[in-house]
């Protein structure tokens, strides 16, 4: 159909030129001109034929109005106006803009001021045009706007082109010729390339269109009531000059900020045109006539019409002429750029690329990527999470989808049916032609006919086979030979399977075998086929690998250049070593063992540096290249918990449940567990259910149970043991040592009177008689034993909760709290000083770290001994230990050869001398 | 880290201030010897130390005792001493045997006021020095082994 309209419009065109006894040079040119725009919009043909033959009518109008120059000038800056919300409507699609253009018009009329500025731009837009054909006849279409707003003067000067001029006002009238000449243009697309020989030849003569078009705009300015009506597609038209306008290189920024708002809608319409192809252009030009518009077309025919094409076309020197069909090629050949350049910048605006390639005029993807990897603060798509396609995020779905099938695995393998039997059994007789076809299909058969696990096999027998040969005593192990007297074990061995067999070889190779290509084999037989080669390939490498690092210690070794673990004393080639921040070498095995001892051992937080006198840490880098995954969680969790625990000590409280730590107001009671799994409510306190709790106080509640009431009285005396550590909240007990008390978090307190304390001047320093306090200070002694303190405390809460007990239930029903009463626990005079035990390393049971379950109980009496010899002084009494409170602590601790006995949370001892 | 003992092993051996240093019981993990002490009263004997290394060495502290009675404010009556070096919380897998040795030999030779054990010693020390000396002498006479020759 466009085909058609434009053939006749092309009839009309030549008669209405003729008519008017123009050249037809100028009319090709301007046609030419008019094409480049009509490229780009993609506007129906039909609506706008009847149009054209109006534009020609005004074509005669402006002549009249070309001599009248100040009206223009108003007329460009309501074209620009108007232009900005069409393009809006364009982009949404072309139907649609009709209506709208409308009001532009209106628009037009009152916006008068303005558009000289918008003029001013767009000459700059021209000049900054990158075309360099183009640019001679930009600088020409510079003047022409110069014109509308008065100095004509001036520019007839400047369009020396000569024919300008006076074509220029000839043919004002035209671009309602350029229009039609468009549509045919457009409608002939054969002859296109003929025309733009034409164009060529034409070249200089581009300055026409636009001055044409400065003409149109005269006309619309008298004829605005009937473009109003008529030539609504005009405003579009407009718009549709811009937005190639904008798109364009250097051009754009100019463009941008003439048009304002409008910068924005330009840059969408551009893929449409693109699109549309060839058939749309005809009716956009006709929309030129405004000034502004003449401008534009004068752009558009060297920029945007042509726009994608334009500029390779330039390069070549083809000038202005718009070719569609290149510019088909070449558009391919941005959106496949734009394509390729946005897989790997997912976050660059589309638009954005288009311009540089327009602006750039390169073609090249490397370019371009360097381009944006050197700018990197290009425009950036917004609020579009970017996922990169291959991401390792969507990789690894993607590799869970397809699970990878073991088919080294016996017991995943379901039994084969029988023809996969067969070519299995085809393929390993091609594989082992020494061996009989009975052999074979007995081991295939007994595998459930799995090529993969059956080859692995054999080939496990044969290597076997080669290396315990028998005759190594030879002076050069020779090949062993397979004939008919030798044999291999044929052995597979998997969980409960077993099957064995002696397999003699074959007298002579097989001869025959039948041979499959890839694709006529059963897709299970294939992938096995393909599992086990893989398979192969990586034990390969693997042994490569092994072989290298083997090499590579052999090396060192060969150079003197081992180095020597500064832990275990072993030497490593230094790729096995590790290092603290300040460059100690470890071996990765001494850093784990480290870990895993201060980690889950004496759970201290910080991994400093193995050397004595050295106070770094190791870095985490370090740290994540060689700790295995459930030590580095181990620690971080240990760390992060920590660091928690000493922001808020008291306000830590965690659920006797489930053990999810929240952070509740001193002042709260009712614990309500956020852990969506619980939800459970307790008391803080007694961590009695919250319900059962109502109206209750903590013993009442207690006292309901009498399991729960001994329970919490235990714990009460349980207290009276513990310390707690006034900086992170963790409970401490001394199990021997001096009083001062150093938890892991590295607070240091009295054990006596609970303070905290730095360094030994909390304590008596003066000699004294053992157990007698000293006469001249009331500090704290240093030494003393601190359960007899304890167990003061905790035998008067002991009996007053018996007596308690006893009242209310009477003594029938009395039940001993606490521990089993041990025998009578007989108080032996100290005799010497024997201020308890000073920091021992004796592997006697100890308490077990901070996240005790139950703690053993009684400590084993510390015998005195002198001289290796036990002293007798009867027995010693057992320290009582009651049950600690119920402090679960999630610490599902690994299997990890971690001796409890060297979990001491704390340390007790004095502070460590400066070492030499 | 059987090699890595061993190894601290022919250090300690190689250090002067210490004898007939081995392992006891076949246990590369139990060591015995003499420390010679450098200065009065203990200067006229030598007292057997022993050396326990926890199964986990190095990163457990090993354990070092005085076998040898002896008149110390730092030693308590079952040989034990203070040795902060020792603690889990102080010590560093890097910490070599000879280094405990010679933190216990430092303490023998000059007790430090703040790792008192006995105080009763200690204050016999401060308050009649010259009786501590005798009786630390006498001690040390009746207790300790004789000195070894120092060209052996």
């Known amino acids: 159909m466009a085909e058609r ?46 149009e054209k033959q109006q534009t020609e009518e005004d074509d005669d109008d402006i002549v009249i109005l070309t001599e009248t120059p100040k009206h223009q000038q108003p007329l460009r800056p309501n074209v620009i106006r108007p232009a900005a919300p069409w393009q809006g409507a364009d982009t949404v699609g072309e139907g649609g803009s009709r209506s709208a253009v ?157 048009y304002g708002g409008k910068a924005p809608g330009p840059a969408f319409p551009r893929p449409e045109p693109q699109q549309d192809g060839i058939p749309g252009p005809a009716s956009p030009q006709p929309a030129h006539p405004p000034e502004e518009s003449a401008q534009q077309a004068g752009r558009d025919n060297e920029q ?37 350049t946005e897989a790997r910048f997912p976050d660059v605006k589309k638009e954005y690329i288009e311009e540089l390639i327009l602006i750039k005029n390169c073609y090249d993807l490397n370019v371009l990527c360097n381009f944006l990897l050197e700018n990197p603060d290009y425009p950036k798509k917004e609020g579009r999470v970017v996922l990169n396609p291959s991401s390792s995020l969507l990789a690894s779905q993607d590799e869970t989808k397809v699970p990878k099938v073991d088919y080294f695995d016996f017991s995943k393998l379901a039994p084969l049916d029988q023809r996969c039997f067969i070519q299995a059994a085809d393929l390993l007789m091609a594989d082992f032609k020494m061996l009989s076809s009975q052999d074979i299909k007995w081991a295939l058969h007994e595998l459930k006919g799995h090529y993969a696990i059956t080859r692995k096999a054999f080939s496990d027998a044969i290597k076997k086979w080669q290396e315990l040969s028998p005759e190594t005593s030879g002076k050069r192990k020779r090949r062993k030979e397979m004939n008919q007297y030798s044999y291999i074990d044929f052995k597979f061995e998997q969980g409960d399977v077993k099957i064995e067999k002696r397999m003699f070889f074959l007298e002579n190779k097989r001869r025959h075998w039948r041979t499959y290509d890839r694709l006529s084999l059963l897709p299970p037989v294939l992938l096995e086929q393909e599992f086990y080669e893989q398979k192969v390939k990586e034990m390969a490498e693997h042994a490569d690998f092994l072989l290298a690092l083997q090499m590579n210690e052999e090396q060192y070794q060969k150079d003197g250049q081992m180095i020597e673990c500064r832990c275990c004393y ?122 059962e709790h109502m109206n209750l106080t903590c013993e009442q509640l207690a006292e309901k149970d009498d399991i ?196 001491l949370p704390m340390h007790f001892g004095p502070q460590p001398r400066h070492r030499f | 880290m059987a090699g890595r003992i061993a190894k601290e092993l022919d250090e300690v051996r190689r250090w002067e201030r210490a004898r007939d240093v081995r392992t ?51 030693v308590d009556l079952e040989g034990r001493v203070c040795q902060p070096l020792t603690t889990h919380a102080e010590w560093k897998p890097a910490t070599r045997a000879i280094q405990v040795l010679e933190d216990l030999l430092l303490q023998l030779d000059g007790p430090d006021p703040r790792r008192l054990l006995r105080l009763d010693v200690a204050r016999e020390l401060q308050e009649r020095p010259e009786e501590f000396r005798r009786r630390a002498e006498e001690h040390t006479r009746l207790h300790a082994e004789p000195r070894p020759d120092p060209h052996t």
């Open chain 1, 102 to 258: 409308e009001p532009l018009s209106t628009d037009l009329q009152h916006s008068a001021l303005p558009c000289e500025g918008v003029v001013n731009n767009l000459m700059v837009e021209g000049n900054a045009g990158p075309s360099r054909g183009e640019s001679v006849d930009v600088a020409l279409q510079q003047p022409g706007p110069s014109e509308l707003n008065g100095p004509r003067s001036e520019l007839t000067g400047s369009q020396e082109p000569g024919p300008s001029l006076l074509p220029v006002i000839k043919m004002r009238p035209q671009p309602a010729d350029n229009t039609e000449i468009i549509s045919l243009e457009n409608a002939d697309l054969p002859p296109q390339q003929e025309k733009r020989m034409e164009a060529r030849e034409w070249q200089g003569k581009n300055l026409k269109p636009e001055q044409k078009l400065e003409g149109i705009a005269a006309k619309t300015t008298t004829e605005q009531g009937e473009m109003q009506e008529k030539g609504q597609l005009e405003p579009r038209a407009v718009a549709h000059g811009r937005a190639p306008q904008q798109g364009q290189p250097e051009a754009n920024p100019a463009s941008l900020q003439a």
């Open chain 2, 24 to 74: 006891l019981d076949g246990n590369v993990r139990r060591w015995g010897g003499l420390l010679l002490p450098n200065n009065p009263p203990y200067n006229t004997g030598a007292f057997r130390f022993e050396l326990t290394f926890s199964p986990n060495h190095p990163f457990e502290p090993p354990c070092a005792t005085l076998r040898t009675p002896i008149y110390h404010p730092s």
């Open chain 1, 570 to 691: 072993g030497e490593f080639a230094f790729e096995e070593l590790t290092q603290c921040a300040d460059g100690h070498l470890f071996c990765k095995e001494c850093l784990i063992k480290y870990a895993q001892e201060a980690v889950f051992g004496s759970g201290k937080s910080e991994l400093s540096c193995m050397e004595g006198s050295c106070t770094c840490s190791f870095p985490t880098s370090e740290l994540e290249k060689v700790l295995p995954e459930n030590i580095l969680c181990k620690y971080y969790e240990r760390k992060a918990e920590e660091e928690v625990a000493a922001a808020c000590a008291d306000e830590l409280v965690r659920c006797p449940f489930c053990n999810f730590p929240a952070l509740l107001d001193s002042d709260v009671k009712r614990f309500s567990c956020p852990n969506p799994r619980c939800r459970k409510e307790t008391c803080r306190k007694c961590q009695g259910l919250w319900k």
């Open chain 1, 304 to 340: 945007p019409g042509p726009a994608f094409p334009a500029q390779g076309s330039h390069q070549l020197g083809s000038g202005d002429v718009p070719e569609q069909g290149a510019a088909g090629q070449e558009q391919d050949l941005t959106a496949l750029l734009i394509r390729e």
């Open chain 1, 5 to 50: 309209g434009g053939n006749e419009e092309v009839i009309n065109l030549n008669s209405f030129s003729s008519h008017r006894g123009k050249d037809w040079i100028n009319h090709r040119d301007e046609s030419l001109i008019t094409i480049s725009d009509s490229s780009d919009e993609d506007l129906p043909v039909f609506l706008e034929m009847p």
């Open chain 1, 708 to 903: 729960k009431y001994r329970t919490s009285i235990e714990e009460k005396m349980t207290a009276a043991r513990i310390r707690k550590c006034h900086k992170c909240g963790t409970g401490l007990i001394k199990s021997e040592g001096c009083n001062r008390m150093s938890c892991r978090c590295g607070a240091q307190m009295c054990y006596l009177c609970r303070a905290a304390i730095n360094g030994y001047d909390h304590f008596c320093q003066h000699p004294r008689s053992p157990g007698a306090p000293c006469q001249d200070c009331a500090k704290c002694s240093l030494w003393t034993d601190p359960t007899e303190d304890d167990e003061k405390i905790i035998h008067e809460i002991q009996k007053e909760a018996e007596e308690e007990q006893r009242k209310k239930n009477g003594e029938n029903s009395f039940k001993r709290i606490g521990p089993p009463v041990e025998k009578p626990v007989e108080k032996i005079q100290r005799i010497e000083v024997i201020p308890r035990p000073v920091p021992q390393n004796f592997h006697q049971p100890r308490m077990p770290p901070y996240p005790f379950v139950h703690p053993p109980f009684p400590l084993p009496p510390v015998r005195p001994l002198y001289n290796n010899i036990p002293l007798n002084i009867g027995p010693i009494p057992a320290p009582y230990v009651p049950p600690l409170p119920n402090m679960r602590v999630n610490f599902d601790f690994p299997q990890i050869n971690v001796q409890l006995e060297h979990n």
